[in-house]
Nanobody, 130 residues
Framework: QVQLVESGGGLVQAGGSLRLSCLAS????????MGWFRQAPGKERQFVAA????????YWADSAKGRFTISRDNAKNTVYLQMNSLKPEDTAVYHC???????????????????????WGKGTLVIVSS
C-alpha cells in the first residue's frame, strides 16, 4: 500500500520559514517524480514545485520561484519543500504527490499536471499570519 505522509506544517508569521517533508512508503521512490501542490481555502488545488526522479530537474510555479526550494533524498524516500519569505497568500494545505512520469516529460505542463500524479498525501496545513 502506497502512503505519502506530509509533515512540517504549522503557523508562522509573514517573512518566516517552514520546511515541509513528505515520507513515501510502499513504492520504489526513485522511480517517481515528486511534486508539491497546495489548496487554499475556497480555491482549487494548484501546482507549487516538482522534482525529477534523479533530482536533476526542478520545476516551479511563479508564486514559488526564488522563495521555495524542493529537494529529495532517495535513500530516505523523502521529498522536502523549504519555504522562505512566507506570505499570507501562501496559507494552504500542502500536498505531496508522486508520479511515474515518462522519460520525455519535462516542464511545468507535465510535472505540474495533477492528473499525471499517481499518488497523493493527505496534506499538511500551513498558516501564514500577517
Amino acid at each position: 500500500q502506497v502512503q505519502l505522509v506530509e509533515s512540517g506544517g504549522g503557523l508562522v508569521q509573514a517573512g518566516g520559514s517552514l520546511r515541509l517533508s513528505c515520507l513515501a512508503s510502499g513504492l520504489t521512490f526513485s522511480r517517481y517524480a515528486m511534486g508539491w501542490f497546495r489548496q487554499a481555502p475556497g480555491k482549487e488545488r494548484q501546482f507549487v514545485a516538482a522534482i525529477s526522479r534523479s533530482a536533476d530537474s526542478t520545476y516551479w510555479a511563479d508564486s514559488a520561484k526564488g522563495r521555495f526550494t524542493i529537494s529529495r533524498d532517495n535513500a530516505k524516500n523523502t521529498v522536502y519543500l523549504q519555504m522562505n519569505s512566507l506570505k499570507p497568500e501562501d496559507t494552504a494545505v500542502y500536498h505531496c504527490a508522486a508520479g511515474e512520469l515518462p522519460d520525455y516529460c519535462s516542464g511545468n505542463g507535465c510535472y505540474g499536471d495533477q492528473d499525471a500524479m499517481d499518488y497523493w498525501g493527505k496534506g499538511t496545513l500551513v498558516i501564514v499570519s500577517s
